[in-house]
């Protein structure tokens, strides 16, 4: 399984950026899928989550301005962040639990991280 993020760049204070993350590979389905971050120094941090009915999750200092989806047809997950503030500088990751086929375990796959960086 591949896990692929998009979306990462510079943007100005009060700005907004939208990730995007997308999965392929022998995938059965998706249970959860999150995004966590980690700023330099600082160690990981779950940011959201989304489970397959939708509910969703969120990092108390991102609540109001960030908003997780999903598209199970597409194997993707997005955060739409808003109101972007220079402490959500961060690498962003996509993390998804996958299963293989109906009876397999849930495995967890990561992608490579895309850098977000929010400047004054």
């Known amino acids: 399984v591949q896990v692929v993020e998009s979306g990462g760049g510079s943007v100005q204070v009060g700005g907004s950026r939208r990730l995007s993350c997308a999965a392929s590979g022998r995938i059965f389905r998706i249970n959860i899928m999150h995004w966590y971050r980690q700023a330099p120094g600082k160690q990981r941090e779950l940011v959201a989550h989304i489970t397959p009915t939708g509910h969703s999750n969120y990092l108390d200092s991102v609540k109001g301005r960030f908003t997780i989806s999903r598209d199970d047809a597409k194997k993707a997950v997005y955060l739409q962040m808003n109101d972007l503030k220079p402490e959500d500088t961060a690498i962003y990751y996509c993390?998804?639990?996958?299963?293989?086929?109906?009876?397999?375990?849930?495995?967890?796959?990561w992608g490579q991280g895309t850098q977000v960086t929010v400047s004054s």
């Open positions: 993390n998804v639990l996958v299963l293989h086929s109906s009876q397999s375990a849930q495995y967890s796959y």
